[in-house]
């Protein structure tokens, strides 16, 4: 079956450096990926997606790349702010389910 | 909008109590979701609807987990008898779209549910 997977369950950053949050897939067929945010005692929220016509999409300080050879997809956080400490997922439109995800923990 | 609203915002039960879980959906949205998240497994999809039948039920743990969707605009999810490892928060999510065309999902609070 279609596995969706974050690379490193947690990653801590100092505050204004930039972060980047690592997900690999393994459908080719994968049309359409997605990035979500859970803050503490809230339900995870979109933050950004990209279709796979798409190498590249950016947001307000965010990034994602999508690396469909590899079948890898990245976000990417500039100037990390303490906001940004949260637990990050990622999906495509056959993945349903998200797993662990990833916690960042910002710094000051 | 008002977004996806759930209720109970907590519960608390003892083993054995039925407990049922409440959604509404976005309106408009035709596809509607149940997940729980625990720490050992993650955030876990249990079942979801599209225009009011359950498409894909895999995710349900056991027989005493059952789910409903009467109309559009409403579902529960129901645990009967409860166990003490049902305890997790419980999110409903609805989006636009169904299927394997899984557009972004819209998430509400969380039902945290204690099963002592």
């Known amino acids: 079956g279609e596995s969706v997977g974050l690379h490193l369950p947690t990653l801590s950053v100092q505050e204004g450096d930039n972060s980047i949050i690592n997900c690999a897939y393994s459908?080719?067929?994968?049309?359409?990926f997605i990035w979500y945010k859970q803050e503490s005692g809230k339900g995870p929220q979109f933050i950004i997606d990209?279709?796979?016509?798409?190498d590249k999409r950016q947001g307000q300080r965010v990034t994602v790349l999508l690396n469909k050879t590899v079948k890898h997809l990245s976000l990417q956080i500039a100037a990390t702010q303490p906001g940004d400490s949260a637990v990050y997922f990622c999906?495509?439109?056959?993945?349903?389910?998200f797993g662990a995800g990833t916690t960042v923990t910002v710094r000051a | 909008d008002a977004g996806v609203i759930q209720s109970p915002r907590h519960e608390v039960t003892e083993m054995g109590q039925e407990v049922t879980l409440r959604c509404k959906p976005i309106?408009?949205?035709?596809?509607l979701f149940w997940y729980r998240q625990t720490m050992m497994r993650g955030l876990e999809l249990l079942i979801y609807?599209?225009?009011?039948?359950?498409?894909?039920d895999s995710g349900m743990p056991e027989d005493r987990f059952s789910a409903k969707m009467p109309n559009a605009s409403f579902s529960t999810l129901k645990i009967q008898p409860s166990e003490p490892r049902d305890s997790a928060v419980y999110f409903c999510?609805?989006?636009?779209?169904?299927?394997?065309?899984?557009?972004?999902?819209?998430f509400g609070s969380g039902t945290q549910l204690s099963v002592l």
């Open positions: 309106s408009g949205h035709n596809s």
């Open positions: 609807f599209n225009n009011n039948v359950p498409i894909d």
């Open positions: 999906a495509n439109d056959y993945k349903l389910s």
């Open positions: 990209i279709r796979s016509n798409m």
């Open positions: 999510a609805s989006s636009l779209a169904g299927g394997k065309a899984n557009e972004k999902l819209f």
């Open positions: 459908n080719s067929a994968s049309d359409y």
